[in-house]
């Protein structure tokens, strides 16, 4: 689904990410983890061409993605949950949901209608709170939200930023729960995540990123066995 090859990113004289590659299947979830400043937010911006890249290849579907616009890509799958939800607060539950279901081309009223039960079914708080603004929801809720709103637009590959910043516990373990739910449908989930042993537990593969490079990369179980070489990059 996603393929990075050798993916360079750079902000004014600084270099962000350096000869970055890496690797998304179908049905696959892979945990991108690191400390502040690694360059994880920076990857998911340059894949979902929301910020440019300096040299470098990213493919989505075998194809190449640097004319691609942003909305484009979204319209075609790659759906990007960026951090800090970016929900519109005035608006309902309902609406914000319905917003999700915008770029998805030619779904008919009853299409949208089934989505947002199938929402309503995965998160029974945004059915009872269907009607009031999104902004008074808590952090926890707004997270569910930010989540459903893009799966309202039926992605093949959901890459989020740190779902689980500051969520309580109960919280952080329904959303990768949910995430690791989805996989089994085909959907491809690209997880950057500060809880780094928390994402490799429920991830197939993890990446583990360093000063905008690749430091570690290989199967979940595998690096979060070994905590200390993990916990090594993390500082």
Not at 58 to 78: F, K, Q, S, W
Not at 131 to 143: N, R, T, V, W, Y
Not at 170 to 185: G, H, K, M, N
Request: glycine content about 8%; charged content about 20%; some cysteine.
């Amino acid at each position: 689904m996603i393929r990075v090859e050798d993916l360079s990113v750079r902000i004014g004289p600084v270099a962000v990410l350096t000869g970055v590659s890496l690797a998304l299947s179908p049905g696959e979830l892979l945990a991108v983890i690191g400390a502040n400043g690694a360059g994880k937010t920076t990857l998911l911006r340059a894949i979902s061409n929301t910020l440019p890249r300096a040299a470098g290849r990213i493919e989505y579907e075998g194809r190449e993605t640097r004319d691609v616009p942003a909305h484009r890509l979204a319209r075609a799958g790659l759906v990007h949950v960026p951090q800090g939800r970016q929900i519109v607060p005035n608006l309902s539950v309902r609406d914000n949901l319905l917003l999700g279901a915008r770029p998805s081309e030619g779904a008919t009223p009853a299409e949208i209608a089934d989505r947002l039960e199938a929402e309503f079914t995965r998160f029974p708080v945004l059915r009872e709170r269907q009607s009031i603004p999104a902004g008074s929801l808590s952090g926890g809720e707004q997270q569910m939200l930010a989540v459903s709103r893009a799966l309202m637009m039926r992605p093949k590959v959901l890459m989020l930023d740190e779902p689980s910043l500051g969520l309580a516990p109960q919280f952080v373990q329904l959303i990768l729960r949910t995430l690791r739910a989805l996989t089994e449908s085909g959907v491809a989930v690209l997880l950057v995540e500060q809880m780094a042993l928390a994402a490799l537990r429920i991830a197939d593969a993890g990446c583990v990123l360093r000063g905008g490079q690749v430091v570690l990369q290989g199967p979940a179980d595998r690096l979060s066995r070994d905590r200390a070489l993990v916990e090594s990059y993390l500082a």
